[in-house]
């Protein structure tokens, strides 16, 4: 898949257009009628949520024209993404101050449905749908959140796909820039047969942030809906996605990026998916007060990466290998690596709802349970050339790993909003019983693992006024285990445990006044025993370790201001939106050695946690004029950060271990809409000071994008 698979896929969406972000607006109240699964809904819903939380509507995903989920995300107060290949694919999302690696301690929803291919199993996001496929995103972090799992310990991100229109409508996006960038969305909805229908589709050709790293991805959904009688709807979504690019798994040496920052010694490495979703969910009001919505859904995934290094300690592969002792031999002797996974999903879920009087107050109550099932064919096969594909016979050749792994799970959880007035309260309750199973194709050795948790959690809001509440909360963090990390590749269960924590949190959000928005809270997160990745203290490879007992303390806070819905400008307008967290203690606070290979007798007791920078935040000041002209400027700030738990300040010759600098990025976009037609013409540079900074160290040096520009149109009809 490159150029040809691009012009291709913008023919046919010529043909039938529309995107995304500018799909037709959901039709009123649609999450309250549709089968939709509510998560926050609209923006003003926050108000009665007992916890923090923050939407990004289409409006500020359009004024910036953002290229990636991770721009997107870095919007809300709270969320750290990291970046890693240029285009969002592979997103690296941390929650204050928990570790981004492989988005591993957030839980990624699509309309309120599991999003990452093995969350029970294997919560690493080696694949994400582009962000052009979505038309807002909300997050939800603090108590509220236990109403979703597995994981309830740093937040739930859900992304909305647009409602299919009645009326035949459609959007067209095309889009070019510097590195090779290229880009075609677009979808169609209108009403055919009684079903509402919206199909969307996307392609994108990018060179890539390094060099040897071309990126190509297409995307292809489809929403359809359907009213069967004035109480049964019906919403059937489905979406296929492929990437097919030329992407290597290791970073840097410290030599390397002194060199030539965005250079990358690997031609021959290779990065292969496919992704198949689907998912049913039907809504029944029984009474006016009483909802069941029952959701079927499935994944397959399978992701084929070929590489000849892991991370920058190998250079290249496997130096004991005669035939690859040196980079010399890169392309032509030395052999290949293929980390070869594939994943089946299936779960059935049921959610009901109701009004009713409960303790003396108006109670809105909630109840579901569900059955989840996934299942990894994981196999590491070696081939002996560095474009092979098959076993080789060679030393370091041959098949290394068949494994089965599986993790089947039931759970259940019952929330309840109390309603004394301007005080609401909102316990509630949930549980996660998981079965996990491994097995050595190879060896045949096997191993079983179940483990039950009971995750309470408590809020309440009081409004001060109409438009202004203060929230409190307290909940227990979880999240499970991976099934590799609990059992080992001989059978033999590790006591690693579960993830656990208790979560406090209190804020204040609401209107200071017309066109003037705040919400600020303050956490604390209290671990027991908090699991972060070995590769984060200098290690190899994707290994799990307990941190053990670790405290995060920290403010976060957003606003938004509008001149005009302040009254002070009338047809034009100048807008402000900022978020900022501030992390003031992500340390282990528990007794605690080093992981650092070498340094295991050195006391990192009060050291600040890997990848836990003290200060996220991002600002963007805009202006229009009526509706035909946009212009903004957005600063996107990270603070310096550890990547090992020695918290070693001069990096390593490996590149894995050092201080990252603090970076600031500013991003330009302007958007012209001739006449305030349907078509807006675009442009857009990120980064633009071209400043040089990195973003990970976990297996070797990565760098941040270059200045970047692009520029595009976006048609509605």
Same mark, same amino acid.
């Given at each position: 898949?490159?150029?040809?698979?691009?012009?291709?896929?913008?023919?046919?969406?010529?043909?039938?257009?529309?995107?995304?972000?500018?799909?037709? $607006? @959901?039709?009123?109240?649609?999450?309250?009628? !549709?089968?939709?699964?509510?998560?926050?809904? /609209? &923006?003003?819903?926050? =108000?009665?949520?007992?916890?923090?939380?923050?939407?990004?509507?289409?409006?500020?995903?359009?004024?910036?024209?953002?290229?990636?989920?991770?721009?997107?995300?870095?919007?809300?107060?709270?969320?750290?993404?990291?970046?890693?290949?240029?285009?969002?694919?592979?997103?690296?999302?941390?929650?204050?101050?928990?570790?981004?690696?492989?988005?591993?301690?957030?839980?990624?929803?699509?309309?309120?449905?599991?999003?990452?291919? $093995? @969350?029970?199993?294997?919560?690493?996001?080696? !694949?994400?749908?582009?962000?052009?496929?979505? /038309? &807002?995103?909300?997050? =939800?972090?603090?108590?509220?959140q236990i109403r979703f799992g597995p994981h309830t310990v740093g937040g739930v991100v859900n992304y909305i796909s647009p409602a299919a229109p009645s009326d035949f409508e459609g959007t067209l996006f095309l889009a070019g820039g510097d590195r090779g960038y290229a880009e075609a969305a677009a979808s169609l909805g209108g009403e055919v047969a009684g079903f509402r229908l919206l199909g969307h589709a996307s392609a994108t050709v990018f060179d890539g942030v390094r060099e040897n790293h071309d990126l190509s991805f297409a995307d292809y959904s489809l929403r359809a809906e359907r009213t069967l009688t004035p109480n049964h709807e019906i919403v059937v979504r489905i979406a296929v996605n492929r990437e097919d690019s030329q992407v290597s798994y290791s970073g840097l040496?410290?030599?390397e990026f002194d060199a030539d920052p965005f250079s990358n010694p690997f031609p021959n490495d290779r990065f292969e998916t496919q992704r198949y979703t689907g998912a049913l969910t039907h809504a029944w009001t029984i009474t006016p007060n009483l909802t069941l919505k029952t959701s079927a859904y499935s994944l397959y995934f399978n992701r084929d990466w070929w590489r000849q290094s892991s991370n920058s300690s190998q250079r290249p592969n496997d130096s004991s290998d005669p035939n690859c002792g040196g980079m010399a031999?890169?392309?032509?002797?030395?052999?290949?690596?293929?980390?070869?996974?594939?994943?089946?999903?299936?779960?059935v879920e049921s959610r009901l709802s109701w009004d009713t009087r409960a303790l003396g107050a108006d109670a809105n109550m909630e109840a579901g349970v569900r059955w989840h099932t996934e299942r990894q064919n994981r196999l590491q096969i070696n081939a002996d050339a560095p474009t092979g594909r098959t076993p080789g016979t060679?030393?370091?050749?041959?098949?290394?790993?068949?494994?089965?792994?599986?993790?089947?799970?039931?759970?259940?959880?019952?929330?309840?909003?109390?309603?004394?007035?301007?005080?609401?309260?909102?316990?509630?309750?949930?549980?996660?019983?998981?079965t996990f199973e491994r097995t050595n194709r190879i060896s045949g050795a096997s191993g079983e693992e179940s483990l039950t948790e009971v995750i309470p959690g408590f809020g309440a809001t009081f409004a001060i006024s109409d438009a202004m509440s203060i929230y409190a909360g307290v909940h227990r963090g979880f999240s499970p285990p991976r099934v590799e990390d609990v059992i080992d590749n001989s059978g033999v269960t590790v006591d690693l445990g579960a993830e656990e924590s208790v979560n406090w949190e209190v804020g204040v959000r609401g209107g200071l006044r017309s066109g003037w928005?705040?919400?600020?809270?303050?956490?604390?997160?209290?671990f027991d025993n908090q699991i972060v990745p070995s590769s984060v203290a200098g290690g190899a490879g994707a290994t799990l370790t307990s941190a053990g007992q670790t405290r995060h303390v920290g403010v976060e806070a957003s606003t938004r201001i509008s001149l005009r819905d302040w009254g002070l400008m009338r047809r034009d307008d100048v807008y402000l939106r900022a978020a900022a967290t501030y992390v003031a203690d992500a340390d282990y606070v528990g007794e605690r050695f080093s992981s650092v290979s070498g340094f295991g007798g050195v006391s990192v007791t009060g050291n600040r946690l890997p990848y836990a920078p003290e200060w996220v935040a991002s600002a963007a000041v805009g202006y229009t004029r009526g509706d035909w002209l946009n212009l903004q400027a957005?600063?996107?700030?990270?603070?310096?950060?550890?990547?090992?738990?020695?918290?070693?300040?001069?990096?390593?010759?490996?590149?894995?271990?050092?201080?990252?600098?603090?970076?600031?990025?500013?991003?330009?976009?302007?958007?012209?809409?001739?006449?305030?037609?349907d078509t807006t013409f675009f442009i857009t540079v990120k980064n633009a000071t071209d400043e040089l900074y990195v973003v990970d160290r976990a297996r070797g040096v990565l760098p941040g994008a270059p200045r970047l520009w692009q520029t595009g149109v976006s048609m509605r009809f």
């Open positions: 898949m490159g150029a040809r698979t691009l012009w291709t896929a913008a023919a046919l969406l010529a043909a039938t257009p529309a995107f995304a972000q500018q799909a037709p $607006a @959901p039709r009123e109240a649609a999450q309250e009628t !549709s089968a939709d699964i509510v998560v926050i809904g /609209e &923006r003003r819903n926050l =108000l009665d949520i007992a916890g923090s939380g923050s939407t990004i509507e289409a409006e500020d995903l359009e004024r910036a024209r953002v290229l990636t989920v991770n721009e997107a995300l870095r919007q809300a107060p709270g969320i750290y993404p990291r970046d890693e290949e240029g285009l969002g694919l592979r997103p690296n999302i941390g929650v204050r101050g928990l570790s981004p690696t492989r988005s591993s301690e957030v839980l990624l929803l699509e309309d309120g449905l599991p999003l990452t291919y $093995a @969350p029970y199993g294997d919560n690493a996001t080696y !694949s994400h749908p582009p962000i052009r496929r979505f /038309e &807002r995103i909300e997050i =939800l972090k603090g108590a509220s040496t410290q030599a031999n890169l392309e032509t002797t030395c052999g290949a690596e293929g980390r070869l996974r594939e994943y089946h999903q299936y779960g060679s030393v370091n050749g041959g098949l290394r790993e068949d494994n089965l792994r599986s993790a089947n799970a039931l759970s259940g959880f019952a929330v309840a909003n109390l309603d004394y007035g301007r005080l609401t309260l909102s316990p509630g309750v949930r549980v996660e019983s998981v928005d705040i919400d600020v809270s303050g956490f604390l997160m209290e957005e600063v996107q700030h990270t603070g310096e950060m550890f990547t090992d738990d020695l918290n070693t300040i001069t990096p390593t010759a490996n590149g894995q271990r050092g201080l990252i600098p603090e970076a600031t990025i500013l991003n330009l976009a302007a958007n012209v809409a001739p006449d305030g037609a």
